[in-house]
Each structure stands twice: as structure tokens, then as C-alpha cells.
């Protein structure tokens, strides 16, 4: 039987019972995390727990267990049997549960808290083929930088990408390419590595965070710098980052071949980098 957190205990998955006035069911009121599990360690636990932090204070929502989350995310690998296999662990806290209202309830209730572990195969495949994904205008609110779980225009848009046999759906705002429905995307253009610098309209992925580290380290040169929809032409690499997907490259966007329709050089040593060091966490 799964065993998930759920306000500070640990209970059998079927058995939780979530309020129907709850905000998160109401109005999308909460946050988010994912962190994935390399068999013996969580890749860059501390900057998912400052991201966390971060959503929480934007959305005013005050959860004072959030430094607890590594610990409650290493008893549900082992409740659930998981800590010898790739898994993952999804965190959701909403403001709580009270009559619906528009503003926030007064007094303030108390965060509902949730997480739940799965044992996660990762597509090794499409890593090394890569992917072609669509372009489409990005219809989402202007706090993308909120890892909210208000995530109806990600879902449409993703799912339209999968209707037609695409692996990702890649935003353009005000003529500049943004990210994806659930990933951040770079490219490269004469050598030099882009990407869309943070701000409201992106979130700020922990593994786009490490992989532009590891472009530095690797001398790559780096520009935080939006690319224009009308530059496709230009771009001769691209790929895209989560926590699930880690590098996979792009070889199609928009029904653009990029470069030479594969894996390019600058993608293939990124991925290899981003890959030796998760081989040396792992000793």
C-alpha cells in the first residue's frame, strides 16, 4: 500500500481526505516542488528548499515546515520502499481549508500539506535522439516565476503538444521565446549558449540554474538573453531542462529542423557534463 505525507503524518494514499473547501481545490491557491531521488541522494535538495521558500512568501502562504521537507521526503522513499531505486517526490502545500472567499480567511487557517514518492524510469532514449516539439503564444499569467500549481494553460498547451505526437509545447511571448509547459529551453547560436533570463514570465529551474554553472565551468560562452521567435533560423542547437527530462535535446521546433536535425556538440557535452557529476554524487 502507498504511504504519503499529508499534514505532518504519514497515512496509507487512499486513506487522505482532502477538505472540499480547501483553497488548492477552490482557487489553485498553493504552491509546488519536485525533487528527484538518485538512489542515495536528492540533487540540489537546497535550492528546491529556497525555491519553495520563495513561492511560499510570493502566494503570503505561511507553512513553517518547509526545512522539514528533505526529511519527510527521505522517510517516504522508505516507507515506500524506494530508497534503492530513481524515484521522485512531489510536495503541494495550499493556504488551507475555509469557506470559499475570494480574500484570504480570517483568521488564518492552517496550510494543507501533501507529498507523495514514485519509483521514476527515466527515457533514456529520448536523450540521445532528442525531440521535436511546437511553438504556440504563451497564454499563461505574468507569475510564471511562482511555482503555483495554477497550471490549466501549461496542461492545455502540453496536452495539445502530445495530440500531435510532440514531447513539449515551447511559449512565445511578445514575439520572444519564453520556456516550455514544464521546462526551461536553451539554444545555441554561433557557439554561444541562450537562454531567457529570470524573471516573471519564466520559472527559475533548479536544473537550468546548474546546467548554466556547467556551461560556465565547461567555458561555453553564455548569454541570458531572450531569443526571438524570428531567429530560429539562426539557432544550430537546442534542448530543454527539468528536474524529470534532465538535458534532452531539441532537434525540431515548430516545425523547424534545428541544425542538423541531432544532438549538436554543445548539447552532447552539457549532457555528459550534467552526467559525470550526478556519476561522482553518486561515488
Not at 235 to 246: H, L, M, P, W, Y
Request: with cysteine; net charge neutral; hydrophobic share 35%.
Amino acid at each position: 500500500m502507498e504511504t504519503a505525507y499529508f499534514n505532518g503524518n504519514f497515512l496509507p494514499k487512499d486513506e487522505i481526505k482532502i477538505s472540499p473547501d480547501d483553497r488548492g481545490f477552490l482557487f489553485a491557491d498553493g504552491i509546488y516542488e519536485v525533487v528527484r531521488w538518485y538512489e542515495g541522494f536528492f540533487y540540489d535538495m537546497n535550492s528546491h528548499i529556497t525555491r519553495l521558500k520563495r513561492s511560499l512568501r510570493e502566494l503570503r502562504i505561511n507553512w513553517p515546515d518547509a526545512d522539514s521537507f528533505p526529511t519527510f521526503a527521505n522517510d517516504l522513499l522508505k516507507l515506500n520502499k524506494l530508497e534503492n531505486r530513481p524515484a521522485m517526490v512531489y510536495l503541494q502545500v495550499t493556504r488551507g481549508a475555509a469557506r470559499r472567499s475570494h480574500s484570504f480567511p480570517p483568521p488564518e487557517v492552517r496550510p494543507t500539506s501533501y507529498a507523495y514518492a514514485w519509483a521514476f524510469i527515466p527515457d533514456i532514449q529520448l536523450k540521445e535522439t532528442g525531440i521535436k516539439v511546437m511553438l504556440k503564444e504563451d497564454i499563461r499569467w505574468s507569475r510564471c516565476d511562482i511555482k503555483s500549481v495554477a497550471l490549466l494553460p501549461n496542461t492545455l498547451s502540453f496536452q495539445e503538444a502530445c495530440e500531435n505526437g510532440l514531447k513539449e509545447c515551447i511559449f512565445v511571448r511578445n514575439g520572444l521565446i519564453t520556456e516550455g509547459s514544464h521546462s526551461n529551453i536553451f539554444f545555441v547560436i554561433d557557439g554561444t549558449l541562450f537562454t531567457h533570463p529570470e524573471s516573471n514570465h519564466v520559472l527559475s529551474g533548479i536544473t537550468r540554474k546548474n546546467i548554466l554553472r556547467i556551461a560556465q565551468e565547461s567555458g561555453i560562452r553564455i548569454r541570458e538573453e531572450a531569443v526571438q521567435e524570428n531567429r530560429i533560423r539562426f539557432v544550430r542547437e537546442a534542448f530543454i531542462t527539468n528536474t524529470s527530462a534532465e538535458v534532452t535535446p531539441v532537434t525540431e521546433l515548430g516545425g523547424n529542423t534545428i541544425g542538423e536535425g541531432v544532438p549538436g556538440p554543445v548539447t552532447r557535452l552539457i549532457r555528459d557534463k550534467f552526467e559525470s557529476e550526478i556519476k561522482a554524487f553518486k561515488g
